[in-house]
């Protein structure tokens, strides 16, 4: 029986080839975009979850009541280590790291690195897997290290390098060679190695090694930037950790950290879901929902099409019943089609899978796993997926279908299904309103995007061209750089170039204290620290607000430039006023003289506020990363060749990484434009189904009406009235669902640009274009499908009776 | 008695009116017959054979088939009690066009549950007997009006069937096919197959052996 029932199916789908198609692309659509949903939250959901007793690691995460005193994401150096010498009964393990950008090499092949300089329980304490070298003493000594698989064949070309050495150069231009101990294989994502997701480490050196790099030592509890991790032990309650956290804070800590400071223990499967505002898991659940959407709109529409297109089966249903189909039967039947149709589309985007994957990772900025890396019971999914979509999708037609009066439908005369205008309609209507909700979210996004990368940043980002230069962080070696900054200006491409620790790319080094000399230090307020040379405003092209920038020379000695935001913060009534008087940092006796204060510029996100600026010039705050350069308009490839060429000159060192000003505005608003991307996904799909829909629903509507269509062009009706009388009904609904799904967008859109401290106001017009658009592009394809009919001769659609 | 209908009566309620389809039918129709309904068009010939067949529902009187009162059956044993005893054979055939001959003759039996192999030897039989045997693995569309009638008989026969109901069954044929399907109805009825049809044509209606004549929904003689 059930052979018969695939069999006719089969006949019925290849029959209807142009329902069927149609269907089978708006299923095919919509799974495909379920199934790689599915993979990204799979894949999002397994992170960290690899690890070795995963349920007992934790992240030590930092809440600071002035956000500008630390990060969030790392805590006092120390805390780590003293939770679990001081309470080993609650405390397993522990691993911290002090993340630096270094420049790697073996022999010609001088690369940046993201290298850990951790402690030497990494290996161990995640059990990650090790391919050679001994994990328990790998990172005991200084001057060795630990790669991974990727790095190993980067370097080496192989993966047994064990006792072989990379160069690693220090921040004060000396090279050493580290030996390699350890090699991992490839590490799955997680936050241990790869805390933020963009940069995961995979060189691996031990904290011996802080001496060389001149970083501060992880012990002392001054350094609050230390990236720590513990393991409790079995049965440990997380809460547990509270007291034992105060009190070490207590012991070691100042007055103001105790005070702002509040550790939280987090542990690492929640972590990155959690973290950053629960971004990942808003992420997830938006996508899951769009593709819950998407989806629903495909199973919409081939309910709607298969109801529709049963009008032309009617005498078929009829004459089984009259034959003795009981109505089981007939259901089975028709479920038998449904779950054809949508094996068919399931099996058409498991085979897609791998090529839509690529155009997918671009809207959620991961790379989707491959069907390769799923467990191999995934392959139930695909099935199970089959036969709940296909009986979903089957069971309204085939409940309604096989209800059918059977001396109606022998006739074929039957009004009552094909007819149901109502259901039709409002299910049409649920179609457009999802399509027109995602357009007017791409729409709106995409303007804020833009917003982004416009006019209002402050600077001016056209031409700004910046590249990372090694590290030398000395008088000396500022003295040098500077040198070679000069050299760079003459070349006759560059307008400008400047030499500073920060660019406006939202990662600036630190934050510093300052408090009107004169006033109480406790009054004090966290300023943003630059470190720039005397060049950066006019690179940059910011506009100074009052008074003067700084000189160079050395002359600049004791003077800070501050933005408008720090001058108002600290009490001056206007940027005039604020020239010339001093401030103070808490504890230290110099009196710094307030030199210039330039104009706001976005130097982060626009999602806060213009944070108050301090900067301080790099001759007395020696630490620079960049050399930023502004490229005459012209001829940008030559300019950059003769960059090149002049950077391997002068710096032969290190190779020339730059990246365009918009480049690091895109991976600053890397969200943004993934969830534009996203949003432009999801809306040509919504759009493309509801077209489908569409398309299949006016071609039986024709279909039906041949005659109709004859009789009034008898009685004198054109071209226009006829497609008019087809159009009429999407139109209306659209309508209709335009009223429905334009406060709905508002008032989600308004949501979303409320996290933006900058963003545009949503205008009524957004949402006219759009009902427009899709009402131009539903009444073109009812014309060009009407039009046929329309302009055939009456007579022979009226002889066929 | 094969059959019993006293006093049916069925209207549709149009607006403030009541267009009567039947009124005060009263029939026996014995095991063996072969019954010809006439009547012009709109008289209620298809509808009193779709009320007989149980297709269609009637607003007043009693109905008793083989012993059974159908107006007190419901809906599932009204459809169990056709399925077992009637089979339907229609002016324009019906068949499937999806399916091929010896499909649509094997469809019934499908519904009933018959197992693969009896199917089998059913419907080889069923084939060889209206000798369409050469015709089994074509479509509908493939054959002559006359070849159609043909396989939707076999189809309505497969399931062994009391009763044959037959709606204008050579309407659509010419002549010599409806000659020679006429000949085969007779022939079946001759082998023990109650027959009633409903015919325009009273040179097809001379086969059976009694005529009822309908006029406006009620029967207006009868006649040998």
């Known amino acids: 029986m059930i052979r018969n029932y695939l069999k006719i199916a089969w006949r019925n789908i290849r029959k209807h080839a142009l329902y069927s198609t149609v269907n089978i692309i708006g299923l095919f659509a919509g799974i495909l975009f379920f199934f790689l949903i599915g993979a990204y939250v799979w894949s999002e959901l397994q992170v960290n979850r690899t690890l070795k007793n995963a349920p007992h690691q934790y992240i030590l995460t930092s809440e600071w009541k002035d956000p500008n005193m630390g990060y969030d994401l790392a805590t006092l150096g120390p805390l780590a280590l003293r939770l679990k010498h001081d309470y080993p009964n609650l405390v397993k393990n522990y691993y911290r790291y002090d993340g630096i950008t270094a420049i790697v090499s073996k022999g010609e092949k001088l690369l940046k690195q993201n290298v850990q300089m951790g402690d030497s329980t990494l290996l161990e304490m995640y059990g990650f897997k090790v391919l050679h070298g001994d994990p328990v003493t790998a990172l005991h000594q200084p001057f060795n290290v630990v790669i991974t698989r990727d790095m190993a064949l980067l370097y080496f070309n192989r993966t047994d390098v064990v006792g072989e050495t990379l160069a690693i150069r220090s921040f004060k231009d000396t090279v050493h060679d580290f030996k390699i101990t350890a090699v991992l294989d490839n590490l799955q994502e997680n936050t241990v190695t790869g805390l933020t997701p963009t940069y995961p480490s995979k060189v691996f050196v031990s904290v011996a090694n802080a001496g060389y790099f001149g970083r501060t030592d992880l012990d002392t509890w001054q350094n609050n930037q230390i990236a720590s991790y513990i393991e409790l032990q079995n049965g440990v309650k997380v809460t547990d950790l509270a007291g034992p956290i105060r009190q070490l804070l207590k012991q070691n800590t100042s007055a103001v950290v105790q005070e702002n400071l509040r550790v939280n223990p987090v542990l690492l499967t929640r972590y990155h879901l959690h973290r950053n505002n629960q971004a990942v898991l808003r992420t997830i659940y938006t996508l899951t929902l769009a593709g819950l959407f998407i989806l ?415 009789v009034r062009k008898i009685l004198g009706a054109s071209v226009a009235h006829i497609i008019k009388l087809f159009a009429k009904e999407f139109v209306a609904a659209l309508l209709l669902a335009a009223l429905v799904a334009i406060p709905v967008a508002y008032w989600l859109m308004r949501g979303w640009l409320q996290n933006y401290a900058y963003h545009i106001r949503i205008s009524g017009g957004i949402f006219v274009i759009i009902v427009l658009c899709i009402a131009c592009i539903t009444f073109l394809l009812v014309s060009v499908q009407t039009a046929k009919a329309a302009m055939a001769n009456p007579v022979k659609s009226l002889r066929n009776e | 008695m094969l059959l019993q209908l006293r006093g049916i009566y069925k209207w549709v309620n149009t607006g403030i009116n009541r267009t009567f389809l039947l009124k005060d039918i009263n029939l026996d129709i014995d095991e063996g017959e072969f019954v010809s309904v006439m009547g012009p068009s709109g008289s209620g010939k298809s509808t009193l054979l779709n009320v007989i067949g149980m297709l269609d529902d009637f607003d007043e009187g009693t109905y008793h088939f083989m012993g059974e009162a159908v107006q007190q059956l419901k809906e599932k044993q009204r459809t169990a009690l056709y399925k077992q005893y009637i089979g339907f054979v229609f002016q324009a055939y019906h068949l499937i066009d999806e399916l091929t001959v010896y499909e649509n003759i094997e469809t019934p039996l499908l519904y009933k549950g018959i197992k693969a192999s009896e199917r089998k030897a059913l419907v080889a039989d069923m084939l060889d007997r209206f000798q369409i045997v050469g015709k089994k693995d074509l479509f509908p569309t493939q054959l002559s009006g006359g070849q159609q009638q043909l396989v939707g008989i076999a189809r309505a026969l497969i399931g062994n069937p009391k009763l044959l109901l037959a709606d204008e069954p050579t309407g659509n044929l010419n002549s010599k096919q409806g000659e020679e399907i006429m000949e085969l109805f007779k022939q079946l009825n001759q082998e023990g197959v109650t027959i009633i049809q409903v015919t325009h044509s009273e040179k097809n209606a001379e086969y059976g052996s009694r005529i009822i004549h309908l006029l406006d929904g009620h029967v207006e003689r009868k006649g040998q």
């Open chain 1, 296 to 710: 629903l709109m495909a199973v919409v529409n081939f309910i709607n099409v298969s109801v529709s297109s049963a009008g032309t089966r009617m005498r078929e249903i009829g004459v089984r019943k009259v034959i003795g189909g009981r109505r089981r039967q007939l259901i089975f039947q028709f479920l038998s089609e449904s779950i054809i149709l949508v094996a068919i589309a399931t099996l058409l985007a498991v085979a897609a899978y791998p090529v839509a994957g690529g155009i997918f990772e671009g809207a959620v900025g991961k790379s989707i796993p491959p069907l390769s890396s799923f467990p191999l019971y995934f392959i139930g999914i695909p099935v199970l997926f089959i036969l709940f979509i296909g009986i979903a999708s089957g069971l309204y037609p085939a409940f309604r279908l096989s209800a059918v009066n059977m001396i109606h439908a022998m006739k074929g005369t039957l009004q009552s299904v094909g007819e149901n205008r109502l259901l039709r309609k409002g299910l049409m209507g649920f179609q457009f309103a999802v399509a027109l909700l995602v357009s007017a979210a791409a729409f709106i996004i995409t303007q804020q995007v833009a917003y982004f990368f416009g006019k209002n940043l402050g600077y001016n980002k056209a031409f700004m061209v910046s590249a990372q230069v090694p590290r030398n962080w000395s008088k000396p070696g500022v003295d040098r750089m500077i040198a070679i900054r000069d050299q760079f200006a003459k070349l006759p491409g560059v307008a400008a170039v400047s030499l500073s620790y920060e660019i406006p790319n939202g990662n600036n080094g630190g934050q510093v204290p300052v408090y009107k000399s004169g006033a109480d230090s406790a009054t004090a307020l966290t300023l943003q620290l630059l470190s720039t040379d005397e060049h950066y405003l006019s690179t940059y092209q910011v506009p100074l607000s009052a008074g003067r920038f700084f000189d160079g020379y050395h002359r600049d000695s004791g003077q800070v430039v501050l933005n408008k935001t720090a001058a108002t913060a600290l009490g001056y009534p206007s940027a005039a006023a604020a020239i010339g008087k001093q401030v103070r940092v808490p504890g230290d006796p110099t009196l710094f003289t307030i030199k210039g204060v330039t104009d706001d510029f976005h130097f982060g996100a626009m999602s806060g506020k213009i944070p108050p600026l301090l900067m301080f010039h790099i001759n007395f705050n020696p630490i620079y990363r960049f050399l930023s350069f502004k490229l005459k308009p012209g001829n940008v490839p030559a300019s950059l060749a003769a960059l090149q060429k002049t950077w391997s000159a002068l710096i032969p060192e290190a190779s020339f990484e730059y990246r365009f000003m918009d480049e690091d505005l895109n991976i600053l608003y890397a969200k943004e434009l993934q969830l534009k991307k996203a949003a432009y996904m999801a809306g040509v799909l919504a759009l493309v189904i509801v077209l489908l829909g569409i398309f299949g629903m006016v071609s039986l509507s024709i279909q039906k009406r041949v005659k109709e269509i004859g």
